[in-house]
């Protein structure tokens, strides 16, 4: 750990220099208590393209490697899926912190690892849910702790999106190794669900989608969940390229109807074959389509937050997700809670995550918290499988 000024700064190491590190970068890059100082990828181009920005920061081609840096005390992990277990148990070894992408891993035994080599290396591990950090999320959390509109009793999260016909890597189209729209979307759903809900599910009723034969990967789910309490919420997505979700945020009239279903299009056209995964891959540093991964809505921002209805029902009030923060339609009056500031949940992942390391705060959205939403994410697919509801074991509550 260094110091800038007054400030302890962390060293962070980055694993994997794809999409979700394109997105993190910024918010590390701009937070003065952090300090990029190495990062590591199996692809030569991504590294000389992050080199060029970074020059003063270390490459490696393996995790094993970049571990070796003494400078480095926390390492941020975006690889693919499968790997998370194995390259936080490598950073663990090493006396690293981790902050490691959702899903944390793709099975309980796995995270179960992590979660024990953390310990033992008396070291912390965060999840990268920047959702259940966001202004409206925690806000919504505070209105059901302090019951400020009488019980939580129904939480629903609608969305729908290109997400599957979009360019995918193999390993995005592949179940097995944590692809299809259940491994790699519902996460940041199930956080917002959970956090909002206080984390503890007691059963998971649910269908996940293989609708189309040329992408055997689930494209959608829908999926009823009842927490402890007795509080019950329905989650859906679908990334089957049809309807568009954020028409019911931002009114009929925000999208181009020409560029309906132009993810669809592109992929017929001009992505055959072995062209999607390259077109997948130029999304990641220094490609040229990087960024393009970032889904704002033109001229209305909102992210991944705002790409469909949420609406949260207490015994005396339905509170909406809005596009400046939260709508409280009440027992007598309707108004909208302004939260527009400069921070947004990434920041607040980091900010806690911070805190936890230098002043020992507990650490929200941790292996425990990610091991019950990944939890939920196996309860998913079994449920649909089986057809039946199922208890859950692993869950845990909020860090309020
Ligand atoms: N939080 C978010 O908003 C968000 C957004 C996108 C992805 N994600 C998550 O981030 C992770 C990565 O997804 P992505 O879309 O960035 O993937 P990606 O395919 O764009 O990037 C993965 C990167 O990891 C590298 N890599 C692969 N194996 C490696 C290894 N053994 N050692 C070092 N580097 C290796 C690849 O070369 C690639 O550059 C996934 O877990 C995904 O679920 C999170």
């Known amino acids: 750990m260094t110091s800038s000024g007054n400030k302890r700064v962390i060293g962070l190491g980055i694993v994997g220099l794809g999409g979700a590190t394109l997105s993190m970068l910024p918010k590390f890059a701009k937070n003065a208590g952090y300090k990029i100082v190495a990062a590591a990828d199996i692809d030569k181009d991504v590294l000389a393209a992050f080199n060029k920005d970074f020059p003063d920061s270390k490459t490696y081609t393996s995790v094993q490697d970049l571990c070796t ?86 939480i629903n999260s609608w969305r729908y999106v290109d997400w599957l016909y979009r360019p995918r890597t193999p390993e995005e189209l592949t179940p097995e190794w944590g692809g299809g729209i259940v491994w790699r979307q519902a996460p940041h759903q199930l956080d917002i669900v959970r956090t909002i809900g206080g984390g503890m599910v007691r059963s998971v009723r649910s269908m996940a989608g293989i609708w189309d034969p040329e992408r055997r990967v689930p494209g959608a789910h829908a999926t009823f969940m009842e927490f402890e309490d007795g509080a019950v919420a329905t989650s859906m997505i679908s990334g089957y390229d049809h309807y568009d979700s954020r028409l019911l945020v931002f009114g009929p009239d925000a999208l181009d109807p020409l560029k309906h279903a132009g993810a669809r299009r592109e992929l017929r056209d001009s992505l055959a074959g072995s062209a999607e995964a390259d077109a997948a891959a130029s999304e990641r540093y ?25 609406v949260i029902s207490f015994d005396h009030a339905d509170v909406s997700f809005s596009r400046n923060g939260l709508e409280v339609f009440s027992d007598t009056e309707r108004y909208e809670i302004d939260l527009k500031g400069p921070k947004d949940g990434r920041d607040g992942r980091l900010d806690t995550y911070y805190d936890a390391i230098v002043s020992g705060a507990p650490l929200p959205a941790d292996g425990r918290w990610g091991m019950a939403t990944l939890e939920v994410l196996l309860a998913i697919q079994q449920s649909g499988d089986e057809r039946r509801e199922l208890m859950l074991a692993h869950q845990t509550g909020s860090v309020d």
Request: net charge neutral.
């Open 69 to 154: 840096n003494e400078d480095v005390e926390l390492v941020y992990i975006a690889t693919p899926n499968r790997f998370h277990s194995e390259h936080a148990i490598t950073a663990f070894s090493g006396g690293k912190h981790v902050l490691i992408e959702k899903p944390m891993t793709i099975e309980i035994p796995g995270s179960i690892a992590m979660i024990e080599a953390a310990e033992r290396a008396g070291v912390l591990l965060g999840v990268n849910v920047k959702h259940s950090f966001e202004p409206r999320v925690q806000k919504v959390r505070e209105m059901v702790r302090i019951e400020e509109f009488g019980k939580l009793r129904l």
């Open 286 to 310: 220094g490609g040229d389509r990087a960024g393009a991964a970032v889904r704002e809505t033109p001229g209305l921002g909102g992210g991944w937050i705002m790409g469909g209805p949420t």
